[in-house]
């Protein structure tokens, strides 16, 4: 049998979902929002920081970083780190 395919629109992404200080996670697929057993999916940004130096790719950037997480366990995974 073959799985069904999803369309998550932006506006219907959860905040419901781990947050780390500083950054926004909204989930797309979840066991949640989709009924997900094996794969979990987040939009992850960070604004512009030009002084901050913790997210090595927008160091000195004046744009917000945004990233795709995709993992296959709907376990929340998160390890906030005081140092780099």
Partial sequence: MM?????V???DCSSGTAQT???TR???LSG???GSRAIWMAR????ASPRDHHVE???HSDEEAVVVIARTTQEA????LDTL
Wanted: charged share 20%; hydrophobic share 40%.
């Fill in 9 to 11: 629109p932006s506006e």
């Fill in 57 to 59: 790719s927008n160091a």
């Fill in 32 to 34: 949640d929002s989709v």
């Fill in 21 to 23: 200080t500083g950054m």
């Fill in 44 to 47: 992850t940004s960070r604004p």
């Fill in 77 to 80: 995974i998160v390890e906030n």
């Fill in 3 to 7: 799985a069904r395919l999803f369309h």
């Fill in 26 to 28: 909204l989930a797309a």
